[in-house]
């Protein structure tokens, strides 16, 4: 299989039409044959999926400037362009053969092959292994394997066996002594753009050549295995041998390998069915060899679909999924950065230049795993609506725009302080009993949060006050913190509940939701 020049991305169509397609076909169809989204058996695929997409794009078809890149957001590519386009990287594209495969160490074979049989079987692994969250010796023992289960999957369809390959490759969590994770740590989080097509989804987040070149990396470097690691011998990581961005070519970042990995492609006799997405196929991969200590990425990476913490030294650190998911109180740091006491939280860069260069009425999605070391706890995967403002009002917007933010945080953690006040004896530890309040909180104010977003960018834009939409925020924060916490009380899930304590608690909510300094956060001036 040839992951440029086969039909191997399952897409769906605007008619839900499901299919699967080669890379160049991305702009194939009209009207209700236009391809919306991405359609692998797991969200985590599409995740991988994506970044494939916009990497091939980044990598080969790049636009060189600003009109360039208006001029495919209006009118697609055909196919053709495209084929043309991929079609030079097509040979280091490969998953199958005896020479370079597509992110598959070169030259694993020789060496397992080279060992005592005893030896070999320990570098053979189920193919199950390759899933993130599969279990393992310490989810069997947890009996924590709700991701895969045990004994579910034996066989995976070439297709299934490379998008389980690229997820790895593209997430790397740490994997037990020596197995590197990817160039921004293990399960990093990813934002970009997200729009009605497949197509514009994918160029929304190509950069022009020269700001993709500029982020990171060695353009200097010419040797094709700078740019495809795989395609020579593996720079392992033995004796602490790190990889930084200054020895490869910035393509790299799109095209990393820190596992080292060679799957074992058996060819049956008739066809057999995959065990994840259950098309049948007559090649069936059900092991692969695999061993520690593959290129371990180090230094000041920076991929453009990560937002980044930069601490006050300038060094880059990926941001990872928490749990509680993702949502509107991540605005800042995602959409708009923010500068804080030990450094600065950056969006992508993708997400940076959009809104400075390009800005069109987009989507934001998000997505990653959410990991506890090896362990995935839960992948989260959401969507939002960007509200983006023009140069002449983006200060004051942004300005805003924070304000509303902060201001949702410290009502939040106040409910969630009074709740705990009112229901818990002083002293008890009850901080995971309580992470529903904030997300409820969260939850049903987000709605509201983008109307308001809508309403203060036309507000500025016609030169109005915003006071009274700060003010109708504060209220829509008001009202939400106590209704929260009168259901609380009327569940009578806290029994033995203290009446004093409870009306103790609520007058300090009251203070604090109506305090100077809730109203200073938001701009507003303080109530009597
Ligand atoms: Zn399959």
Redesign the pocket.
Known sequence: MNLITDAWIPIRRKSGKVERIAPCQITEGEGEDVITVLAA?RPDFNAALIHFLIGLLQTTFAPKNPREWRKWFQQPPGTEELREAFEPIAYAFEMDGDGPRFMQDLLLENEVKALPPKKQEERIRPVYELLIGAPTGKTLDDNTDHFVKRGEIKQ??????A?ALLTLQINAPSGGQGHRTGLRGGGPMSTLLLADTLWLTCWSNTLERQTFLALCGNREKTQESDRFPWLSQTRTSEHGKMTTPEETHPDQIFWSMPRRIRLIMEMQDKQDI??????S?RIMVSHFMSKNLGVNYEGSWMHPLSPYFIDKDGTPAAIHPQPGGIGYRHWLGLVQSDQGNKGKRQPASVIEHFILERRRDLRMWTFGYDMDDMKARCWYDSAMPLVLADDSIRKFYEFHTAALVNSAQYVSRQTRIQIKRAFFKPGTDVKGDLSFVESRFWQETEGDFFDYLSKLRDALNIGEDVVPILEGWHKRLARMSETIFNDVSQTGAFDAADPKRIALAWRDLQNSIHSRKLCEQLGLPAKK
């Open positions: 058996p995976l369809c070439p297709v299934c066996a998008l995959c065990d994840l997405c259950g098309m196929d």
